[in-house]
C-alpha cells in the first residue's frame, strides 16, 4: 500500500528545536519530490519546503534558515529538522509526496500528518 | 511569490445543487493548477491536476477548467459527503508553492 506516515510532533517551547520524520511505504522517496505541508489550527495549508529527487531544496520564506528538509534514502524516509521554533509555527505538519508528470505536479499521497505546538 | 485568491471563502449549498468555485493567480501559471478536498480532521486529498484532469478514484460530479489566471472547480451535483473545505494550489513555481486560502462548502 502506498502511504506517508509522520511523527515527531510535539509540545516545544519557543527557540527549541524538534525533527519530524516522514516514513514512506509503496513508493521510493528518493525518486520523487517530497514536500512539507502545514496547515496552523483553523487556517488554511501552507507550503513549507520541497525536496527535488537531484536533492535540491527550497523553502517558504517563513521558514528559511530555520527548517531543513532532508531524506534517508536507506530508511525511504523524509525529515524537517525544524530550529528557533516560534508560536506562529504552530500547525498540524504533512509530508506529501510531489508527483511529477507530463505537464502536472501535483500532491497526489498526503501523510495523516503531525502536531508541533510551540508555547512556554 | 505568486499569489491565489479563491472566491467565495464560503458557500452554502444544497444537496444536488451545482456549485463553482474560482481561483485567481497573480500571474499566469499555464495549467499548473490543482485542486483538494479537506474534511476537518483528515488530510486533504487531490481531486483535480493540471486545471482539468481528474485524479484517480474521484467522482465525475467534480470538474475542473481554466488556464492562465483564472481556474474554476464545479460540483455538478452536490453529495452530502462534499461538504468540505476545497483549497486551489499552483505548481507552475515548484520553488514556492501557493494555495488559495480554501473555500468552505456548507450544507445549506
Known amino acids: 500500500e502506498v502511504q506517508l506516515v509522520e511523527s515527531g510532533g510535539g509540545l516545544v517551547q519557543p527557540g527549541g528545536s524538534l525533527r519530524l520524520s516522514c516514513a514512506a511505504s509503496?513508493?521510493?522517496?528518493?525518486?520523487?519530490?517530497m514536500s512539507w505541508v502545514r496547515q496552523a489550527p483553523g487556517k488554511g495549508l501552507e507550503w513549507v519546503s520541497v525536496i527535488y529527487s537531484g536533492g535540491s531544496t527550497y523553502y517558504a520564506d517563513s521558514v528559511k534558515g530555520r527548517f531543513t528538509i532532508s531524506r534517508d534514502n536507506s530508511k525511504n524516509t523524509l525529515y524537517l529538522q525544524m530550529n528557533s521554533l516560534r508560536a506562529e509555527d504552530t500547525a498540524v505538519y504533512y509530508c506529501?509526496?510531489?508527483?511529477?508528470?507530463?505537464?502536472?505536479?501535483?500532491?497526489?499521497?498526503w501523510g495523516q500528518g503531525t502536531m508541533v505546538t510551540v508555547s512556554s | 511569490d505568486i499569489q491565489m485568491t479563491q472566491s467565495p471563502s464560503s458557500l452554502s449549498a444544497s444537496v444536488g445543487d451545482r456549485v463553482t468555485i474560482t481561483c485567481r493567480a497573480s500571474q499566469s501559471i499555464s495549467s499548473y493548477l490543482n485542486w483538494y478536498q479537506q474534511k476537518p480532521g483528515k488530510a486533504p486529498k487531490l481531486l483535480i491536476y493540471a486545471a482539468s484532469s481528474l485524479q484517480s478514484g474521484v467522482p465525475s460530479r467534480f470538474s475542473g477548467s481554466g488556464s492562465g489566471t483564472d481556474f474554476t472547480l464545479t460540483i455538478s451535483s452536490l453529495q452530502p459527503e462534499d461538504f468540505a473545505t476545497y483549497y486551489c494550489q499552483q505548481s507552475y513555481s515548484t520553488r514556492a508553492y501557493t494555495f488559495g486560502q480554501g473555500t468552505k462548502l456548507e450544507i445549506k
Open positions: 509503496g513508493f521510493t522517496v528518493s525518486s520523487n519530490y
Open positions: 506529501a509526496r510531489d508527483y511529477q508528470g507530463d505537464g502536472d505536479d501535483a500532491f497526489d499521497i
